[in-house]
């Protein structure tokens, strides 16, 4: 029996893959849903602003033919793509009037290694200018606006992947992150996002072999979706040289081994950012809750203190190689903040970036250490809920005035540089009934360790299934 479209909406990713292999549904029911529901929400969301499904439903009919066993990890699960990666033959803009009009001739590593895995893309979702700036919103489609308040931002750069996962019009989604584009998103909405470790996923370079700083990665509304989406994008690839081989266990069965840390930490600034105390105190309230687990609950961080001179350094150093020919050819297109960080990368000296690269090894250093200690790392994913959708970037927290549109993102961007995978996940609400994310940290390449951790604290505090909701005015 298919169900009825509100049940499907509702169905968790790793059911509706079940039921797929067991032909109870058939992918082309999904996509029905998803454009029916797109149809309902989007228009106010402005999540998924590009759909193929003339293109989904051709690659359902290809892969119905298959045996259900040949169908891959996602055996027909539709999934949208961040506009900044390239899907053949669909409009990929990276939000950017440069690119509104571009449709590329081939996809990503990434998109042909999910697709090999039985996902079917069906949309592109919204993101900033070149993923600019943790606010979805560009001059080709406009603002996404998040589904708990259509008054607020939905963050970014994943903003529209994360927004369509808390409407309703996608079961999982594809992210990337560098600063926290995929954890900052989830904790604005209400979902996960897992930024893996760099080389987790393959993905096609591009300026730059070894760009680390920004990592393909999976989003879902729950732990174990956001693990079965992880495995559908795992695996080496010659075309990726930083690309990692496909571990032996499944990161869902990670995810659902019941497998937990013995001992966490717990820090509500990272000691390196002020932080909204509401949001400091639901984050810690969540933190606490691990104990009930007989988890030991510490309050430590690691020295970051170097976190943000090497990272904006490092970020913009990335700006100049990657679109020096943008400013130089397109400067009247792009938006204030792009021509700040690619006019900042283009004066740094060598010495500022042998520094910088100095800084991430301490750094990266420092973490494994702290490690020794403890298995986990929680802080806020975000230091408030969601803003106003006009505010371009948050200005000041708890007093404290930001020097730029990228400081009140280090919370995330000083886990970026030490290399170390990271979760955001869902861990309460403000009195204003916003989302707030716990971002969970683990060692390097330690994801499986990080996801059964995740999944034993969601237990824990009892929030999953509050998405996806009827956008809110």
Same mark, same amino acid.
């Given at each position: 029996?298919?169900?009825?479209? $509100?049940?499907?909406? &509702?169905?968790?990713?790793?059911?509706?893959?079940?039921?797929?292999?067991?032909?109870?549904?058939?992918?082309?029911?999904?996509?029905? =849903?998803?454009?029916?529901?797109?149809? #309902?929400?989007?228009?106010?969301?402005?999540? !998924?602003?590009?759909?193929?499904?003339?293109?989904?439903?051709?690659?359902?009919?290809?892969?119905?033919?298959?045996? @259900?066993?040949?169908?891959?990890?996602?055996?027909?699960?539709?999934?949208?793509?961040?506009? !900044? %990666?390239?899907?053949?033959?669909?409009?990929?803009? #990276?939000?950017?009037?440069?690119?509104?009009?571009?449709?590329? &001739?081939?996809?990503?590593?990434?998109?042909?290694?999910?697709?090999?895995?039985?996902?079917?893309?069906?949309?592109?979702?919204?993101?900033?200018?070149?993923?600019?700036?943790?606010?979805?919103?560009?001059?080709?489609?406009? *603002?996404?606006?998040?589904?708990?308040?259509?008054?607020?931002?939905?963050?970014?750069?994943?903003?529209?992947? /994360?927004?369509?996962?808390?409407?309703?019009?996608?079961?999982?989604?594809?992210?990337?992150?560098?600063?926290?584009?995929?954890?900052?998103?989830?904790?604005?909405?209400?979902?996960?996002?897992?930024?893996?470790?760099?080389?987790?996923?393959?993905?096609?370079?591009?300026?730059?072999?070894?760009?680390?700083?920004?990592? $393909?990665?999976?989003?879902?509304?729950?732990?174990?979706?956001?693990?079965?989406?992880?495995?559908?994008? =795992?695996?080496?690839?010659?075309?990726?040289?930083?690309?990692?081989?496909?571990?032996?266990?499944?990161?869902?069965?990670?995810?659902?081994?019941?497998?937990?840390?013995?001992?966490? @930490?717990?820090?509500?600034?990272?000691?390196?950012?002020?932080?909204? +105390?509401?949001?400091?105190?639901?984050?810690?309230?969540?933190?606490?809750?691990?104990?009930?687990?007989?988890?030991?609950?510490?309050? /430590?961080?690691?020295?970051?203190?170097?976190?943000?001179?090497?990272? &904006?350094?490092?970020?913009?150093?990335?700006?100049?190689?990657?679109?020096?020919?943008? !400013?130089?050819?397109?400067?009247? !297109?792009?938006?204030?903040?792009?021509?700040?960080?690619?006019?900042?990368?283009?004066?740094?000296?060598?010495?500022?970036? /042998?520094?910088?690269?100095? $800084?991430?090894?301490?750094?990266?250093?420092?973490?494994? *250490?702290?490690? %020794?200690?403890?298995?986990?790392?929680? @802080?806020?994913?975000?230091?408030?809920?969601?803003?106003?959708?006009? #505010?371009?970037?948050?200005?000041?927290?708890?007093?404290?005035?930001?020097?730029?549109?990228?400081?009140?993102?280090?919370?995330?961007?000083?886990?970026?540089?030490?290399?170390? +995978?990271?979760?955001?996940?869902?861990?309460?609400?403000?009195?204003?009934?916003?989302?707030?994310?716990?971002?969970?940290? @683990? +060692?390097?390449?330690?994801?499986?360790?990080?996801?059964?951790?995740?999944?034993?604290?969601?237990?824990?505090?009892?929030?999953?299934?509050?998405?996806?909701?009827?956008?809110?005015?």
């Amino acid at each position: 029996m298919v169900g009825s479209h $509100q049940e499907l909406l &509702q169905a968790t990713a790793c059911d509706l893959v079940r039921r797929l292999r067991d032909n109870e549904l058939r992918p082309h029911d999904l996509l029905d =849903v998803l454009e029916t529901r797109i149809a #309902q929400v989007d228009g106010k969301v402005n999540a !998924l602003p590009t759909l193929c499904f003339d293109r989904a439903r051709s690659a359902a009919d290809a892969l119905v033919r298959r045996p @259900a066993a040949e169908r891959g990890v996602l055996a027909g699960l539709p999934v949208p793509i961040k506009d !900044l %990666t390239a899907v053949a033959g669909v409009l990929t803009t #990276q939000g950017s009037p440069i690119f509104r009009d571009h449709v590329p &001739q081939t996809s990503d590593i990434l998109v042909e290694r999910l697709e090999t895995s039985g996902g079917l893309v069906y949309a592109k979702s919204n993101t900033p200018e070149f993923g600019a700036g943790a606010n979805t919103f560009n001059e080709v489609f406009g *603002a996404t606006r998040n589904p708990w308040n259509l008054a607020r931002s939905a963050a970014g750069s994943s903003g529209g992947a /994360a927004a369509a996962l808390a409407s309703g019009t996608a079961w999982v989604a594809h992210g990337s992150d560098m600063g926290g584009s995929l954890r900052n998103p989830a904790s604005f909405c209400g979902v996960v996002g897992l930024r893996p470790s760099v080389g987790r996923v393959a993905h096609t370079p591009e300026f730059k072999i070894d760009r680390s700083l920004s990592v $393909q990665g999976p989003m879902a509304r729950n732990v174990e979706d956001c693990a079965l989406l992880l495995d559908a994008m =795992v695996g080496e690839s010659a075309a990726d040289p930083l690309s990692l081989l496909t571990p032996p266990t499944s990161f869902l069965a990670a995810a659902r081994s019941g497998r937990k840390p013995r001992k966490v @930490a717990y820090s509500p600034d990272l000691g390196i950012t002020p932080v909204d +105390p509401e949001v400091a105190a639901i984050t810690r309230k969540a933190a606490e809750a691990f104990a009930k687990a007989g988890v030991i609950v510490e309050e /430590a961080h690691p020295d970051l203190r170097e976190a943000h001179d090497c990272f &904006q350094t490092l970020r913009a150093f990335d700006f100049a190689v990657t679109k020096a020919e943008l !400013l130089r050819e397109h400067s009247d !297109l792009l938006k204030p903040e792009v021509i700040w960080n690619i006019e900042k990368g283009l004066a740094l000296s060598v010495e500022e970036i /042998a520094k910088a690269e100095a $800084q991430r090894l301490a750094l990266a250093s420092r973490m494994l *250490a702290f490690f %020794t200690d403890y298995d986990l790392l929680l @802080a806020p994913a975000t230091i408030v809920a969601a803003f106003p959708v006009e #505010q371009r970037y948050l200005a000041e927290c708890a007093g404290h005035r930001f020097d730029n549109y990228v400081e009140w993102l280090a919370i995330v961007y000083a886990i970026t540089v030490t290399c170390c +995978p990271a979760l955001s996940l869902p861990c309460g609400f403000t009195a204003e009934g916003l989302p707030v994310g716990l971002q969970i940290v @683990a +060692p390097p390449r330690a994801e499986a360790g990080l996801l059964a951790g995740a999944r034993v604290l969601e237990d824990i505090l009892g929030l999953r299934g509050s998405t996806p909701i009827e956008p809110r005015g």
